[in-house]
């Protein structure tokens, strides 16, 4: 890159998807982000655009993205569903097509990222957003949210411990679905018991090799 982009260029870069890189423009602007090796065009079809990691950190320098974008709203920005929102995306055939899109985003942000390529383990940015990261794992996989009440479904939590985040479900049995999805996608996660409520949940930690 031999000069800096334009201020056009740079807010593009800046309203990027902030979990997945994913852009929006027109075709003139992504070919110009591509050219430039700030972008790139994902090989699978809808052939969506996304940051690469010059991209990303050229978006943090230009405004760097919240540490906790556990909400969904009408903003249009999307964020996996942790459990438990006051006001979360209705499900359905459109919120199913943006997991989908944004797993595969993050796929090959770990393809790109990863010093060796691999897709079967958490990159950088998981590492650094673990909820959110975990939160993605389980929706891509079709697992459901809990709602409002937080009496069913998945819900994901942060935890004091470093690279550890802690998941509750309904039942056993969805735990330990919800185990075995976070360790596909390249998690480690073991069941633990509150001391309190006696209550099992999972503490999952993203795997390193």
């Known amino acids: 890159m031999t000069r800096p982009p334009t201020a056009a260029q740079r807010r593009v870069i800046d309203a990027a998807d902030p979990v997945t890189g994913r852009l929006r423009a027109t075709d003139a602007q992504l ?5 430039r090796g700030l972008a790139f065009r994902h090989p699978r079809p809808p052939h969506d655009h996304f940051l690469t990691p010059a991209g990303h950190r050229m978006r943090e320098e230009v405004a760097p993205a919240p540490e906790a974008p556990v909400e969904s709203t009408g903003s249009g920005v999307f964020a996996a569903r942790v459990g438990g929102e006051p006001d979360a995306p209705e499900a359905g055939p459109s919120r199913t097509r943006e997991v989908h899109s944004a797993w595969q985003g993050m796929l090959e942000l770990r393809r790109m990222t990863n010093s060796d390529g691999a897709t079967d383990r958490p990159c950088g940015w998981e590492r650094t957003h673990l ?12 697992h459901r949210p809990a709602g409002r009440n937080g009496t069913d479904g998945y819900r994901v939590r942060a935890t004091p411990q470093p690279e550890a985040v802690a998941v509750h479900a309904a039942d056993t049995e969805r735990l330990r679905a919800c185990a075995a999805t976070l360790e596909q996608a390249g998690w480690q996660a073991g069941e633990h018991t509150e001391p309190r409520t006696r209550a099992r949940y999972l503490l999952a930690s ?3 090799r």
């Open 31 to 35: 070919a110009a982000l591509v050219k």
């Open 206 to 208: 993203p795997r390193r």
């Open 131 to 142: 909820v959110q990261a975990a939160a993605l794992a389980l929706e891509a996989a079709g």
